[in-house]
């Protein structure tokens, strides 16, 4: 799954990675994104965009934060949102625990450079989901889930409106593969703690 993430604001590092982009809110750093709160995507309408929208997709009462590839693919409930309202929601990293006896020790995943451009739908409301999928071998030790990390050259096929649901499932099921992970501190755990000493890797603590 995907519980947490960070986003560092870099105007000329998101214009590499993303292309050109309107800057609908100015985007602001954000240590720790958590559920419930307001976080950067990107859109494409008329234009390439970037605004923010709530994380948690509503499904009657619930709240999804995360939307499973296969559910994706089985679930009617989601197949409006797939064939016409996609994000990218871009990342400086992510946020996964791992079970290690009584403990949860988190680990800080992110890209050698850039960001990750994280697949994501959103509901009629502007409340969006990222879908996930089963983890790299790389990482399936620490979870056996993680985001969908769409690859930098599939970026305007999954935002334009055009793009077929054959190839939507294809770039789904080629993604990212770069990760690089980082043991970090447990004050991320504190959905309160907001600051860069986050992402730090830290050693010798577990």
Known sequence: M??????IPGYQTLLWEFGEIEFIKKPEANYNVAPQQFANVIQKTDKVVMDKFEWGYEIGARKVINTRLDSLKEKTIFHDSFKNRRVLVPASGYFEWKQAGTRKVPYYFHPKEGYFGLAGIYDKENRFSIITTNADKKIESIHERMPVIVKREDYSKWLDQK????????????????????IVSTD???????????IEPVKGLF
């Open 2 to 7: 995907c519980g947490r993430f960070s986003f």
């Open 188 to 198: 991320v755990n504190n959905v309160k703690n907001n600051s860069p000493d986050l």
């Open 163 to 182: 793009t077929d649901v054959k190839d939507l499932l294809s770039i789904l099921g080629d993604t990212r593969k770069d990760l690089q992970f980082d």
